[in-house]
Nanobody
Framework: QVQLVESGGGLVQAGGSLRLSCASS????????MGWFRQAPGKERDFVAA????????YYGDSVRGRFTIARDNAENTVYLQMSSLKPEDTAVYYC??????????????????WGQGTPVTVSS
């Protein structure tokens, strides 16, 4: 069974940092693009970041560019999201996602086939 499992979420003060991890099992994603999305209460799921299959190209949402960094370790089947200078508006459930048979990152959540269960991030002011 294919699984994406996020970890690393939690409570942090504004200005702080967190690193999220997404570990995959049941299928190798080392040829597929991966992404992070987030959803705040009462809001739609928003694009955060994406990364191509080999890590050479990354994509970021406007609200996180310059503060968040996406990276991947294909040998470990893991994708990371380093979040710095966190703001209260970053509070959301963060989801890891994987494309299927596509090596190029995308901003559109409909382009992703596999999803994790999410990890909550709360940034206090």
């Amino acid at each position: 069974q294919v699984q994406l499992v996020e970890s690393g979420g939690g409570l942090v003060q504004a200005g702080g940092s967190l690193r999220l991890s997404c570990a995959s099992s049941g299928r190798a994603f080392n040829k597929d693009a991966m992404g992070w999305f987030r959803q705040a209460p009462g809001k739609e799921r928003d694009f955060v970041a994406a990364i191509n299959w080999n890590g050479d190209t990354t994509y970021y949402g406007d609200s996180v560019r310059g503060r968040f960094t996406i990276a991947r370790d294909n040998a470990e089947n893991t994708v990371y999201l380093q979040m710095s200078s966190l703001k209260p508006e970053d509070t959301a459930v963060y989801y890891c996602a994987a494309r299927r048979l596509s090596s190029i990152g995308s901003y559109d959540p409909d382009d992703y086939y596999y999803w994790g269960q999410g990890t909550p991030v709360t940034v206090s002011s």
